[in-house]
């Protein structure tokens, strides 16, 4: 089996941050891509930065130059440092690995349970 587990999120004032973390653990022989996305209430799930096997990012529009993802491979691992909050910024954030387990061939996707982030005007 694997697990994600995120910690981290909270409430701050617009224009604080906020540093998120994602664990992998169980039965893992590879994690090709990590990275967050969030879902605010009435609104779709969105990508918010991804992170690949190599260190190529991914960002959507609305947080380039605000979040920044990073890895560390060791300890399978995931960062999101989120600067200069906005309210619309608000949602749960979800953590997300491709793993290639050990039990079996393959890479498959996982999710972890999410952490909410609310920021306050």
Do not use: H
Not at 61 to 73: E, L, M
């Amino acid at each position: 089996q694997v697990q994600l587990v995120e910690s981290g999120g909270g409430l701050v004032q617009a224009g604080g941050s906020l540093r998120l973390s994602c664990a992998a653990s169980g039965n893992i022989f590879s994690i090709n891509a990590m990275g967050w996305y969030r879902q605010a209430p009435g609104k779709q799930r969105e990508l918010v930065a991804a992170i690949i096997s190599g260190g190529s990012t991914n960002y959507a529009d609305s947080v380039k130059g605000r979040f920044t993802v990073s890895r560390d491979n060791a300890k399978n691992k995931v960062y999101l440092q989120m600067n200069s909050l906005q309210p619309e910024d608000t949602a749960v954030y979800y953590c997300y690995a491709n793993v290639g387990p050990l039990t079996r061939g393959g890479n498959y996707d996982y999710w972890g349970q999410g952490t909410q982030v609310t920021v306050s005007s």
